[in-house]
């Protein structure tokens, strides 16, 4: 069968050569030969072994009609929503990497999608090459799935990691991120939660069946943790990660993305460099954890291949297994509505006792930390409040991991 692929970058190359490499193990397996016909890019590849394969023209992909299937690798939401739209409604099926595409108009590609009988896929949109969504549809689908807690974005766990590691700033890391190319010259997206809002909200939506804006996803981004609050995290057998979750509580769903202390014995607090980690909750399961690459030319593309094989073996068979989903939009609660343990770093030493704080310590600097018991939204303030009054100014705080959040 004949496909193309939109855009020639990490992804897309990527995707070529898993195709490529694997190439008789797919036909054998899936029993429908993968050519790849046409590669959409704006650059010139001289020396690519697919040099002659290159198009600039979206058009030629969208009149072939020996192309079957297109996989979008190019990223952002324009003009791929448009190529992405009308590819659908001349009957070709077409999957994704693309989480910011996916986050935004997914819904509704899925509807056209399902209205020309043909497939759209999205599973390297969220965790690389970790099989999440498919897991949520396929092997999960007898379970009544009420939590999400997960690791989703590479750079900050890659950031994190070394300022737990090498006892750097989070400047210091950064910079060494960029230049390694695990971090964009522009990184506000990963630093400021904004990527794995996006995968948190496509995989909400698949776990609960309602549609979840990822913009309505509480954030707080990694950018003021210092060399501190690592130092005290370690001292308390504790990991600072960069944590996405959501949770059905009755008909509420509360979701957020922000720095969590996971204890060691956490299965997500040894995920560590650029690896994702993503544990689902399910009612008879209980914890399922998943653990994997989640960027890369060959991680990604990857997924983006095995996308492209259940498509075309669909389409080899006649049938789509695209179905509308007509979610009901829900609007994300916050988790700092819910009570939860806190750990809260301060300029000085604390009188205790304080009704609100259980225990603390005080390292070498001098470095104060201290844990509270479950506290609500309102009640923190209160406590920072109470200490303000006391002279003391509290320079950063974190979620504790806990089992259970109070209503």
Not at 302 to 315: E, F, G, M, P, R
Request: include cysteine; aromatic fraction near 8%.
């Amino acid at each position: 069968m004949d496909i193309a692929i939109m855009g020639y970058g990490t992804v897309g190359s990527g995707t070529v050569n898993v195709l490529n490499r694997n190439r008789e193990l797919i036909a054998s397996d899936g029993g429908e030969v993968i050519r790849v016909k046409s590669i959409l890019d704006l650059r010139e590849f001289p020396g690519d072994p697919y040099e002659d394969r290159i198009v600039h023209d979206f058009e030629s992909i969208l009149n072939d009609p020996t192309i079957q299937v297109v996989a979008e690798t190019m990223g952002g939401i324009h003009p791929a929503f448009e190529y992405i739209s009308q590819l659908l409604a001349a009957g070709k099926s077409v999957v994704t990497s693309n989480k910011d595409l996916v986050a935004a108009h997914g819904e509704e590609l899925v509807e056209i999608a399902a209205e020309n009988g043909v497939d759209f896929y999205y599973e390297a949109s969220v965790g690389g090459g970790i099989p999440v969504i498919r897991m949520i549809n396929e092997c999960m689908i007898q379970e009544k799935i009420t939590e999400i807690t997960a690791i989703l974005n590479g750079t900050t766990n890659y950031i994190l990691t070394e300022m737990e590691d090498e006892g750097a700033s989070f400047e210091e890391t950064l910079e060494d991120a960029q230049e390694l190319g695990y971090a964009e010259r522009n990184p506000e997206s990963d630093v400021e939660a904004m990527d794995p809002a996006r995968k948190l909200a496509i995989l909400s939506t698949h776990a609960y069946c309602l549609y979840v804006d990822w913009e309505k996803v509480e954030r707080r981004g990694i950018t003021n943790i210092t060399k501190e609050d690592i130092e005290i995290a370690k001292a308390m057998d504790y990991h600072i990660k960069l944590i996405a979750r959501s949770r059905m509580i009755g008909p509420r769903l509360f979701a957020g993305v922000e720095p969590i202390m996971l204890h060691e014995d956490h299965p997500l607090a040894r995920v560590e460099g650029v690896y994702n980690g993503i544990t689902v909750k399910g009612n008879m399961l209980d914890d399922i954890t998943i653990y994997g690459k989640g960027a890369g030319a060959y991680p990604t593309g990857s997924a983006v291949a095995a996308d492209i094989i259940c498509a075309a073996l669909n389409k080899a068979q006649g049938i789509s297994k695209t179905t509308s989903h007509h979610y009901h939009e829900v609007k994300p609660e916050s988790y700092s509505s819910l009570g939860q343990e806190y750990m809260i770093r301060t300029n000085k030493e604390v009188s205790l006792p304080m009704e609100d704080i259980i225990s603390g310590m005080v390292l070498e600097g001098p470095i104060y930390a201290y844990f509270t018991k479950q506290l609500k939204t309102q009640e923190l303030r209160d406590l920072f409040r109470r200490l303000e009054r006391r002279g003391v100014q509290v320079l950063n705080y974190f979620v504790v991991e806990a089992e259970d959040p109070v209503d």
